[in-house]
């Protein structure tokens, strides 16, 4: 066996350097590193150069390259060297876009543009590496955008008026890679989209490894979203988002993520800091994510929705460390599109700690998600499908969350008496707000089929009138080894329409709701 990996490493090596051997620095093509000079055509001969010479590396040298859209092509690796800076034009007009070969059609058209700074569509074997930064200038790209509309010169049909700013479809985002496979992308510092920042449609096969992704110039800032790929490795990452950290996205219904590995990354941001959807058509299976870092985050460490149809199963989360995140874990299924509600199964959390504060988490940011339009109390991590749509099989085990508290019924109230008043939200956008003031502090859980409580400690600093764990429409309930410290003397396990539960804790403390 070590001998055939041998062979396999030796061959990979000499693949290696026969396709990204010859090197094209792209001044050599009239690149100017002035920063203003616009070098979208010289790169570009760079690139179809090395491609049409059977691959190679283009380099871009130390110095500020300015450019608009440029498109990588199969065999290319684009390396930047140490102090190299490639600054994305802030010209709506020097961004195309590129159309891949037999793309299937979304049901979901509003938000995902076809703009991009890099661009990568139906391509192998391709790199982005080295030291340097590709810089989308993001704020001033998407407000000369915004002038252009208001002038009339550059309209956007799908303007937000309510927002007043320009629509997602018209803003590039740092990279758009469609259907490509083999994919590297290594070392580089990625910042200032005008829209997400990483954006991987139906590609297969991908490395992202020690990347600095800082994505806060302007809206809809994601870190990376990764939409339909399959065996994508993301590991080593500091990623600091205005929107979204790492964002799986699923957009055509027939296909789906599949064997998608996170791990080893530290992420800082003003929504969710790993989420799933909410784009959710085909699916998520087969996810592993550990060893993760969150902190100053506004909404979700984790969260998992499908709610357009999507089948999310076999996901495994471990060893995860938030600190200042407005809520640790939100797992919904809905039905807000798709032809029928999808299905979410086999999910494993475990060796979580978290820290939830009163006040906003992402107070420091420039641009920061929208307020809750509502009174409210401090918000429970969700556990939540719809009727006759169960959640099925989660398993929570050794979590540590730690709560604000400072509840009052003054602010806002659901008594056990009447858990109807909280609504279903059915077609509602998912989010651990969507329901309104919950009538728990620690988990409030609704229509699931199968769930497992193992080892969980979760903390007050200040008091709480509202039990630790409400359970509405739940059949299969384990509960073990849970420790609740400075909750009170009320009782903290709240069961209506509970069926075939074991709740290892003091039957004073468990109320049965009519």
Same mark, same amino acid.
């Given at each position: 066996?070590?001998?055939?990996?041998?062979?396999?490493?030796?061959?990979?090596?000499?693949?290696?350097?026969?396709?990204?051997?010859?090197?094209?620095?792209?001044?050599?093509?009239?690149?100017?590193?002035?920063?203003?000079?616009?070098?979208?055509?010289?790169?570009?001969?760079?690139?179809?150069?090395?491609?049409?010479?059977?691959?190679? =590396?283009?380099?871009?040298?130390? &110095?500020?390259?300015?450019? &608009?859209?440029?498109?990588?092509?199969?065999?290319?690796?684009?390396?930047?060297?140490?102090?190299? !800076?490639?600054? /994305?034009?802030?010209?709506?007009?020097?961004?195309?876009?590129?159309?891949?070969?037999?793309? @299937?059609?979304?049901?979901?058209?509003?938000?995902?543009?076809?703009?991009?700074?890099?661009?990568?569509?139906?391509?192998?074997?391709?790199?982005?590496?080295?030291? /340097?930064?590709?810089?989308?200038?993001?704020?001033?790209? %998407?407000?000369?955008?915004?002038?252009?509309?208001?002038?009339?010169?550059?309209?956007?049909?799908?303007?937000?008026?309510?927002?007043?700013?320009?629509? $997602?479809?018209?803003?590039?985002?740092?990279?758009?890679?469609?259907?490509?496979?083999?994919?590297?992308?290594?070392?580089?510092?990625?910042?200032?989209?005008?829209?997400?920042?990483?954006?991987?449609?139906?590609?297969?096969?991908?490395?992202?490894?020690?990347?600095?992704?800082?994505?806060?110039?302007?809206?809809?800032?994601?870190?990376?979203?990764?939409?339909?790929?399959?065996?994508?490795?993301?590991?080593?990452?500091?990623?600091? #988002?205005?929107?979204?950290?790492?964002?799986?996205?699923?957009?055509?219904? $027939?296909?789906?993520?599949?064997?998608?590995?996170? %791990?080893?990354?530290? *992420?800082?941001?003003?929504?969710? %800091?790993?989420?799933? &959807?909410?784009?959710?058509?085909? &699916?998520?299976?087969?996810?592993?994510?550990?060893?993760?870092?969150?902190?100053?985050?506004?909404?979700?460490?984790?969260?998992?929705?499908?709610?357009?149809?999507?089948?999310?199963?076999?996901?495994?989360?471990?060893?995860?460390? #938030?600190?200042?995140?407005?809520?640790?874990?939100?797992?919904?299924?809905?039905?807000?599109?798709?032809?029928?509600?999808?299905?979410?199964?086999?999910?494993?959390?475990?060796?979580?700690?978290?820290?939830?504060?009163?006040?906003?988490?992402?107070?420091?940011?420039?641009?920061?998600?929208? +307020?809750?339009?509502?009174?409210?109390? @401090?918000?429970?991590?969700?556990?939540?499908?719809? @009727?006759?749509?169960?959640? +099925?099989?989660?398993?929570?085990?050794?979590?540590?969350?730690?709560?604000?508290?400072?509840?009052?019924?003054?602010?806002?109230?659901?008594?056990?008496?009447?858990?109807?008043?909280?609504?279903?939200?059915?077609? =509602?956008?998912?989010?651990?707000?969507? !329901?309104?003031?919950?009538?728990?502090?620690?988990?409030?859980?609704?229509? *699931?089929?199968?769930?497992? !409580?193992?080892?969980?400690?979760?903390?007050?600093?200040? =008091?709480?009138?509202?039990?630790?764990?409400?359970?509405?429409?739940? $059949?299969?309930?384990?509960?073990?080894?849970?420790?609740?410290?400075?909750?009170?003397?009320?009782?903290?396990?709240?069961?209506?329409?509970?069926?075939?539960?074991?709740?290892?804790?003091?039957?004073?403390?468990?109320?049965?709701?009519?």
């Amino acid at each position: 066996m070590k001998i055939l990996q041998t062979i396999v490493l030796v061959l990979s090596l000499i693949f290696a350097q026969t396709v990204y051997g010859k090197s094209y620095n792209i001044q050599d093509f009239g690149a100017v590193a002035d920063g203003v000079t616009l070098n979208t055509k010289a790169i570009q001969q760079a690139i179809d150069k090395a491609n049409k010479k059977g691959g190679g =590396k283009v380099i871009i040298p130390s &110095g500020k390259f300015l450019t &608009g859209s440029i498109q990588l092509k199969s065999n290319v690796e684009l390396y930047l060297e140490e102090g190299a !800076f490639l600054l /994305g034009s802030t010209s709506p007009y020097d961004y195309f876009k590129v159309k891949g070969e037999g793309t @299937p059609e979304s049901p979901k058209t509003d938000d995902n543009s076809e703009l991009g700074l890099i661009l990568a569509i139906d391509a192998s074997n391709i790199k982005i590496t080295g030291q /340097g930064t590709i810089d989308g200038q993001g704020l001033a790209l %998407a407000l000369n955008g915004d002038s252009l509309h208001h002038a009339g010169v550059l309209v956007d049909k799908n303007y937000n008026y309510r927002r007043m700013r320009p629509s $997602e479809l018209v803003r590039p985002k740092l990279f758009r890679f469609l259907q490509s496979n083999n994919i590297e992308i290594k070392d580089v510092t990625l910042t200032n989209s005008a829209n997400w920042g990483l954006s991987f449609d139906l590609c297969k096969n991908m490395i992202l490894d020690h990347l600095t992704i800082i994505n806060r110039a302007y809206w809809n800032n994601d870190g990376m979203d990764i939409t339909d790929c399959k065996n994508v490795k993301i590991t080593n990452c500091n990623i600091d #988002a205005a929107d979204d950290g790492i964002c799986l996205k699923s957009y055509h219904p $027939e296909s789906c993520n599949d064997s998608i590995y996170i %791990a080893n990354c530290t *992420v800082r941001s003003s929504a969710s %800091a790993v989420k799933f &959807g909410t784009g959710s058509f085909g &699916g998520f299976k087969n996810v592993t994510i550990e060893n993760i870092k969150v902190f100053d985050t506004f909404r979700s460490a984790i969260a998992i929705e499908s709610v357009d149809g999507a089948v999310i199963e076999n996901i495994k989360v471990k060893n995860i460390v #938030a600190k200042n995140t407005g809520n640790a874990i939100f797992i919904r299924l809905g039905h807000r599109g798709g032809e029928k509600p999808g299905i979410v199964r086999n999910i494993h959390i475990s060796d979580m700690q978290v820290e939830v504060p009163f006040g906003r988490p992402d107070i420091d940011y420039d641009l920061r998600g929208p +307020e809750v339009d509502f009174f409210h109390n @401090p918000f429970p991590s969700s556990i939540a499908g719809i @009727p006759g749509h169960e959640i +099925e099989n989660v398993t929570i085990e050794n979590v540590t969350i730690t709560f604000p508290g400072r509840a009052t019924k003054g602010m806002a109230y659901v008594p056990l008496s009447d858990l109807d008043r909280v609504p279903e939200q059915i077609k =509602k956008y998912p989010e651990f707000s969507m !329901f309104g003031e919950l009538p728990a502090w620690g988990f409030y859980v609704r229509h *699931v089929k199968g769930l497992e !409580f193992k080892n969980i400690i979760l903390k007050l600093e200040d =008091k709480d009138f509202r039990p630790a764990f409400v359970f509405d429409d739940v $059949e299969k309930l384990d509960v073990q080894n849970t420790k609740l410290e400075n909750c009170g003397s009320q009782a903290q396990f709240a069961l209506k329409n509970v069926l075939d539960y074991n709740i290892d804790y003091p039957v004073e403390k468990i109320t049965i709701v009519k």
